[in-house]
């Protein structure tokens, strides 16, 4: 299988995206972005590279699911108290209709996921990424309030 993986990657040559590909890990394809890249000898960073607010998509080797991941919006300590920001969470996701807002490890990170069945559609999964950056652009002040109250 691995048909969506390949004709993303297609896709992010064709439109010369900088995305990185990694192969296989646990049956998923991996694409991020580089920390930084060099256009015309300027070097630049990239929206979704390097450390913070990070961006992988992540395509399912049997072509039936592409997740789009926004790592590293903001960390909390093991002291602090949870609730608020869960209480927060629980009304980001009842407000956003694909993207999910959690909290992992003390890192708090965003998801969209995309089925597909033979319909894949890697414009779509490039709109889908724009929106979660929207979002996390959008709700990033509530979360650091949320966080520090």
Known sequence: MRNNAIEFEKYIEE???????GLNVDEFT??????????????KP???GGQDRRAV????????????????????????DKYKLYALFNELNSTYKYVSFYEDNEIISAKVSLP?????DADLVFQMLSIIFRAVDEEY???LSTLHN
């Open 15 to 21: 439109h010369r995206l900088p995305l990185n590909k």
């Open 30 to 43: 991996i694409f991020s972005f580089p920390e930084k890249i060099t256009i015309n000898g300027v070097t």
């Open 46 to 48: 990239v929206l979704g």
């Open 57 to 80: 998509i992540s395509l399912r080797d049997d072509d039936t699911l592409a997740d789009i991941f926004c790592f590293n919006i903001a960390s909390i300590s093991k002291a602090q």
């Open 116 to 120: 597909f069945n033979d319909n894949f």
């Open 141 to 143: 002040p509530k979360i």
